[in-house]
């Protein structure tokens, strides 16, 4: 059973537009989530985090929302740049279980110039 | 600060073979995991240290993996012997504590078993 899920395994956008990935998790102890990105030949870098006792999370142009009831996650990244073009992974974890992450499959972005 | 490091960057060989990976983590990070990352798929967890102790191993095939983290710094992952289904893109983390810290990775060793 997959306990973190990206469902849309590509987004195209336009330069200066907004870029939204969202992800949906099962496990109800997940208390921390993490966005990653990937460049090609890289590993994944650490982008921005929320813990479960917030609903946003801000940092320059990346925004992470978090609706708990609804057990879903989203990052908007206004506005989207053609360096932003990677792979995105959402990622979840619970202090219950010694902090350990589940990833998504990840959700390609590519942003046009 | 200089990253994590791993090596080799590629690695190819026959099934029933044997490999080794190496990792050197950041420089004062307790934690360090070990992740498989399948074509199209996200880091699935194998291993993850706390200091020169395993914290949680329940996703390591253990007739064939091993990894172990001498003196709680670098680490190594063995497969032995490998099948096909172990191509895949092996990545080291680590992180400063084990609770709510972002984990910092290497570049990966892409595996590739024929």
């Known amino acids: 059973d997959q306990q973190v899920k990206q469902n849309s395994p590509s987004l195209s956008v336009q330069e200066g537009r907004i870029s939204i990935l969202n992800c949906d998790y099962t496990n109800s102890m997940f208390d921390y989530f993490l966005w990653y990105k990937k460049y090609p030949a890289e590993g994944p870098t650490f982008l921005i985090s929320?813990?479960?006792?917030?609903d946003k999370n801000e940092d320059g142009r990346f925004t992470v929302f978090l609706n708990k009831s609804a057990k879903h996650l989203s990052l908007h990244i206004v506005p989207s740049q053609p360096g932003d073009s990677a792979v995105y992974f959402c990622?979840?974890?619970?202090?219950?279980?010694?902090?350990?992450?589940?990833f998504g499959d990840g959700t390609t972005l590519t942003v046009k110039p | 600060e200089a990253g994590v490091a791993q090596s080799p960057r590629y690695k190819i060989i026959e099934k029933r073979q044997s490999v080794a990976f190496w990792c050197n983590p950041i420089s004062g990070h307790a934690t360090l995991y070990w992740y498989q990352q399948i074509l199209g798929q996200g880091p699935k967890l194998l291993i993850q240290f706390q200091n020169n102790g395993v914290v949680d191993d329940s996703q390591l095939p253990k007739d064939r993996f091993s990894a172990e983290r001498l003196k709680g710094v670098d680490s190594t992952l063995k497969i032995q012997p490998a099948k096909l289904e172990d191509s895949a893109v092996y990545l080291c983390?680590?992180?400063?504590?084990?609770?709510?810290?972002?984990?910092?990775f290497g570049n990966g060793t892409r595996l590739t078993v024929t």
């Open positions: 929320i813990s479960s006792i917030k």
């Open positions: 990622a979840a974890s619970a202090s219950t279980n010694a902090g350990k992450s589940t």
């Open positions: 983390a680590s992180s400063l504590r084990h609770l709510n810290s972002p984990l910092h």
